[in-house]
C-alpha cells in the first residue's frame, strides 16, 4: 500500500464549480524507481497489486461514487461518450453529460486536455501526444463534445515541455502537415528539432475557436519527484487526469 500522500493540481480555468478536474502527482520517494509514488497504469510492469491499491485511495480519497472509467489508449483520435457504465475501451478520450461519470486519462509526457464550457453542461478529457495530435484527436474531441467550439473552455494539463520534447523530421513534418504556422512551435537543433507540444495543442485549439484555452507550465520532464517521464525514464509509471461533474 502506497503511504506518501496524494497530491494533485488542478487547471486554472473558469469552470463552474460543480466541474472537477485535476491531474495527480507522482510523489516519488525514490525518483530512480520507475514506478515509485502513485502511478495508475496497470500496463508499465508494474506489480498489479500497487496499481489495484493506488485506485483505491484515489477513489477513497476523492469520494467517488463509481471509479474512473480507464481507457485502453492506442495514440489515436477515438473519443467515447460515456453513457453507461463499462471496463475498459479502446479511445484516446471520453466525454459525458451524466454526473459522478470520472472521465481519465494515464499520461507520462503526453498531455491530459481537459475540455468543458462555462456552464459545465458537459466534461470531456483527451490524451494528447504528438501521434494523437497529428492523428486529429483535439478536432474529434470539439467535434463529439454537445457545445460548439465557441462555447467551450479548455485546459492543456503537466506535458513534457520544449526543452527537452527533441524530435526527428519525419515527426516534425506530421506535426505541421495541419498547418505549417505550426512550424513556429518547432525550434531546429542540428539535425533535429525540439518541439513545444503544450503551444502546438494550444495553437489548434484557438484556430478551432474555443472560447478559452491556456496550459499548464508545468514540465513532466523536468521534476523527476513529482512527475512520471516517459522520456526521461522510458519503462515507468503513469499520473491520472480525471474530470467529472458532482454538484
Not at 516519488?28 to 493506488?54: K, T
Not at 531546429?188 to 484555452?213: E, H
Not at 514540465?219 to 491520472?240: D, E, H, I, N, V
Request: hydrophobic letters at 40%; glycine letters at 6%.
Amino acid at each position: 500500500m502506497n503511504s506518501t500522500t496524494l497530491r494533485w493540481i488542478q487547471p486554472d480555468w473558469p469552470a463552474p464549480l460543480h466541474v472537477h478536474a485535476l491531474t495527480t502527482e507522482r510523489s516519488a520517494s525514490r525518483p530512480e524507481d520507475r514506478h515509485d509514488g502513485f502511478n495508475f497504469a496497470d500496463y508499465v510492469q508494474d506489480a498489479p497489486a500497487n496499481v489495484v491499491a493506488n485506485r483505491q485511495i484515489l477513489c477513497k480519497t476523492l469520494g467517488f461514487l463509481h471509479p474512473p472509467v480507464w481507457l485502453s489508449q492506442k495514440h489515436g483520435s477515438t473519443v467515447l461518450k460515456l453513457d453507461h457504465r463499462f471496463g475498459i475501451k479502446s479511445a484516446d478520450g471520453s466525454f459525458t453529460t451524466r454526473e459522478h461519470t470520472v472521465c481519465a486519462v494515464l499520461s507520462a509526457d503526453c498531455a491530459p486536455v481537459f475540455l468543458s464550457d462555462y456552464e459545465g453542461t458537459f466534461v470531456a478529457l483527451l490524451h494528447v501526444g504528438w501521434r494523437g495530435l497529428a492523428a486529429g484527436v483535439l478536432e474529434a474531441g470539439i467535434a463529439v463534445a454537445p457545445r460548439t467550439a465557441q462555447e467551450m473552455i479548455c485546459w492543456v494539463g503537466p506535458t513534457i515541455s520544449q526543452k527537452h520534447f527533441e524530435i526527428g523530421r519525419d515527426v516534425r513534418r506530421q506535426l505541421i502537415k495541419n498547418d505549417p504556422l505550426d512550424e513556429r512551435h518547432i525550434v531546429p537543433s542540428g539535425q533535429r528539432y525540439f518541439a513545444d507540444l503544450p503551444g502546438l495543442i494550444l495553437a489548434r485549439l484557438r484556430r478551432m475557436d474555443v472560447a478559452y484555452a491556456e496550459a499548464s507550465a508545468e514540465c513532466t520532464y523536468a521534476k523527476a519527484g513529482r512527475w512520471f517521464s516517459y522520456r526521461r525514464q522510458g519503462l515507468c509509471g503513469r499520473m491520472a487526469s480525471l474530470i467529472w461533474i458532482a454538484r
